[in-house]
């Protein structure tokens, strides 16, 4: 069943419900027979795309404040703040700490409390605080680190929610490009923040685009809400045929992921060999990202807007063509999802390093620029392999794992900019001496070259044993993962029955359901 294959009837709906059902998808052809599934993941593209452009529309805001404290310092007018290079960076730092520790965080809530709550939770703290930034953004600038920390939090409580959400919303073949879907709102977002703050900046302010977008994310809250359910057997209106389709699908695998939660295994994920294939390489990724962008910035003086804009359009195609990609090749039985995962996630790690090495070693020319968008395009190969992973090896703890993952994303990027520093400093750079950029681009080449090795051989998609611990499963059963095979109540887990329903020609399938 594609992800947006028609989805049928529906259940009976709540007077709140049915009116959200009415006001944003009844009245528009063709969107009432939308899967659910399909609308959780066009909703978290649109809220990725909004806590993209927050985090963006900050960095643009601030730069344009250091051009205009630049411009005002000839006329001794300080009004402006104290806008340096160090002390934007120094924000940045205070949102990537925040993210650090919203990462972990959020792995616990999302797993212990209902993940679309987390969700949508975090995009309007983030959009809340949006605004109180753009308030006191050119009055008081030390608030804003604590401030911007808080958004770091709140923006790292989403990713791991999102996995949270698709371990129970996505069936098995579906995973990639449902994962790939939702996150290509992060490039989409960067995209559109560049044209959306130039054009509030130009008619206002350069802090009414703040302002946009922490109203945007507020609002998007109420849809979310009336739309979005945590699980399809939570959700109101989805249709029998999807909520079979999705549940079934589910059911194929050993441990089934409806389980209340219990506790959380830490000592088996951080001693398995398979998690660690995936934090390495989103440590590593990081590195040569970071790289990518300064050299692309010491080539060309940050001159070609361009160059900032085209790779987040490269990027939100590539992501979403590997995702259809890779599932495609499940389905069609070309590729086991294991030899997906390794092929995916080995060849966006190692081809990336390749080609930004090769930029260092053809210098800031016109094949340089190119090179450094196709290498900005192959890298989200790499999306389809290691970041959809955790779902493979634990789609009950596959929030846990996102959310280290994600933790040692901002790891990376919290150790990265230090290292580089010492080394420009050690050298004692001039504008014209290129063997510290050498020297970071070898390290960080070497590192993701490492850490693409390290995940092919040790990367797995079989659900992990210590994923399936009977004592972490309360729902299953003698006779099967779900329980007993049988109609009547599911005995092991208080809040699931198990339900015979006819699917058609007097065909019928037992399906777990809430209560």
Same mark, same amino acid.
């Given at each position: 069943?594609?992800?947006?294959?028609?989805?049928?009837?529906?259940?009976?709906?709540?007077?709140?419900?049915?009116?959200?059902?009415?006001?944003?998808?009844?009245?528009?052809?063709?969107?009432?027979?939308?899967?659910?599934?399909?609308?959780?993941?066009?909703?978290?593209?649109?809220?990725?795309?909004?806590?993209?452009?927050?985090?963006?529309?900050?960095?643009?805001?601030?730069?344009?404040?250091?051009?205009?404290?630049?411009?005002?310092?000839?006329?001794?007018?300080?009004?402006?703040?104290?806008?340096?290079?160090?002390?934007?960076?120094?924000?940045?730092?205070?949102?990537?700490?925040?993210?650090?520790?919203?990462?972990?965080?959020?792995?616990?809530?999302?797993?212990?409390?209902?993940?679309?709550?987390?969700?949508?939770?975090?995009?309007?703290?983030?959009?809340?605080?949006?605004?109180?930034?753009?308030?006191?953004?050119?009055?008081?600038?030390?608030?804003?680190? =604590? $401030? #911007?920390?808080? /958004?770091?939090? %709140?923006?790292?409580?989403?990713?791991?929610?999102?996995?949270?959400? !698709?371990? +129970?919303?996505?069936?098995?073949?579906?995973?990639?490009?449902?994962?790939?879907?939702?996150?290509?709102?992060?490039?989409?977002? =960067? $995209? #559109?923040?560049? /044209?959306?703050? %130039?054009?509030?900046?130009?008619?206002?302010?350069?802090?009414?685009? !703040?302002? +946009?977008?922490?109203?945007?994310?507020?609002?998007?809250?109420?849809?979310?809400?009336?739309?979005?359910?945590?699980?399809?057997?939570?959700?109101?209106?989805?249709?029998?045929?999807?909520?079979?389709?999705?549940?079934?699908?589910?059911?194929?695998?050993?441990?089934?992921?409806?389980?209340?939660?219990?506790?959380?295994?830490?000592?088996?994920?951080?001693?398995?060999?398979?998690?660690?294939?995936?934090?390495?390489?989103?440590?590593?990724?990081?590195?040569?990202?970071?790289?990518?962008?300064?050299?692309?910035?010491?080539?060309?003086?940050?001159?070609?807007?361009?160059?900032?804009?085209?790779?987040?359009?490269?990027?939100?195609?590539?992501?979403?063509?590997?995702?259809?990609?890779?599932?495609?090749?499940?389905?069609?039985?070309?590729?086991?999802?294991?030899?997906?995962?390794?092929?995916?996630?080995?060849?966006?790690?190692?081809?990336?390093?390749?080609?930004?090495?090769?930029?260092?070693?053809?210098?800031?020319?016109?094949?340089?620029?190119?090179?450094?968008?196709?290498?900005?395009?192959?890298?989200?190969?790499?999306?389809?392999?290691?970041?959809?992973?955790?779902?493979?090896?634990?789609?009950?703890?596959?929030?846990?794992?996102?959310?280290?993952?994600?933790?040692?994303?901002?790891?990376?990027?919290?150790?990265?900019?230090?290292?580089?520093?010492?080394?420009?400093?050690?050298?004692?750079?001039?504008?014209?001496?290129?063997?510290?950029?050498?020297?970071?681009?070898?390290?960080?080449?070497?590192?993701?070259?490492?850490?693409?090795?390290?995940?092919?051989?040790?990367?797995?998609?079989?659900?992990?044993?210590?994923?399936?611990?009977?004592?972490?499963?309360?729902?299953?059963?003698?006779?099967?993962?779900?329980?007993?095979?049988?109609?009547?109540?599911?005995?092991?887990?208080?809040?699931?029955?198990?339900?015979?329903?006819?699917?058609?020609?007097?065909?019928?399938?037992?399906?777990?359901?809430?209560?």
């Amino acid at each position: 069943m594609p992800c947006c294959e028609g989805s049928g009837d529906g259940g009976p709906l709540s007077p709140l419900r049915r009116g959200a059902e009415r006001l944003w998808i009844g009245r528009t052809p063709g969107l009432q027979a939308w899967p659910k599934r399909c609308i959780l993941v066009s909703m978290v593209f649109v809220g990725f795309s909004l806590a993209a452009g927050i985090r963006r529309s900050f960095v643009e805001a601030a730069y344009s404040m250091q051009r205009e404290a630049h411009w005002k310092m000839f006329n001794n007018d300080t009004s402006s703040g104290n806008w340096t290079t160090d002390f934007i960076r120094s924000f940045q730092s205070s949102f990537t700490w925040g993210l650090f520790i919203g990462h972990v965080i959020g792995s616990a809530l999302s797993y212990k409390y209902h993940a679309n709550s987390v969700f949508a939770a975090a995009i309007l703290l983030d959009s809340s605080l949006h605004l109180v930034v753009a308030g006191v953004m050119q009055v008081h600038q030390i608030f804003l680190v =604590s $401030l #911007l920390f808080l /958004q770091g939090v %709140s923006d790292g409580l989403t990713f791991p929610a999102f996995f949270s959400l !698709l371990r +129970f919303w996505a069936p098995p073949l579906e995973r990639t490009r449902m994962f790939t879907a939702g996150y290509a709102g992060l490039h989409f977002g =960067s $995209l #559109l923040s560049f /044209q959306v703050f %130039s054009a509030f900046e130009s008619l206002f302010s350069s802090t009414a685009g !703040l302002y +946009f977008y922490g109203m945007l994310g507020i609002l998007w809250v109420l849809p979310w809400f009336l739309l979005i359910s945590e699980s399809p057997a939570k959700h109101p209106g989805v249709s029998t045929r999807e909520k079979i389709y999705i549940i079934d699908s589910l059911q194929t695998q050993e441990h089934i992921p409806f389980s209340q939660p219990t506790g959380i295994p830490m000592r088996s994920i951080l001693s398995s060999g398979p998690v660690w294939a995936i934090l390495l390489a989103s440590f590593g990724r990081t590195w040569t990202y970071n790289t990518l962008l300064h050299i692309v910035q010491w080539y060309y003086n940050d001159e070609v807007r361009y160059a900032k804009e085209i790779p987040y359009f490269l990027m939100m195609v590539s992501v979403v063509i590997s995702g259809f990609v890779a599932d495609a090749l499940q389905e069609k039985n070309l590729m086991t999802t294991s030899t997906v995962r390794k092929t995916f996630g080995g060849t966006g790690l190692l081809t990336e390093a390749v080609l930004f090495l090769s930029m260092v070693y053809v210098g800031p020319t016109d094949f340089a620029m190119v090179l450094y968008f196709f290498a900005m395009s192959i890298r989200e190969l790499a999306v389809a392999g290691y970041m959809v992973n955790p779902l493979d090896i634990s789609p009950q703890y596959a929030g846990i794992i996102a959310g280290l993952s994600g933790a040692m994303t901002s790891l990376g990027n919290l150790t990265f900019y230090p290292m580089m520093n010492h080394i420009f400093n050690t050298w004692k750079i001039r504008h014209d001496h290129m063997t510290p950029l050498y020297a970071v681009s070898v390290i960080s080449g070497g590192l993701q070259f490492l850490a693409a090795l390290i995940f092919v051989v040790f990367s797995s998609a079989t659900e992990q044993d210590w994923s399936k611990d009977d004592a972490s499963s309360p729902s299953t059963g003698a006779d099967g993962p779900y329980g007993s095979s049988g109609g009547g109540n599911n005995n092991n887990d208080p809040y699931l029955d198990t339900t015979e329903v006819v699917v058609n020609d007097g065909i019928s399938l037992n399906v777990i359901v809430k209560r």
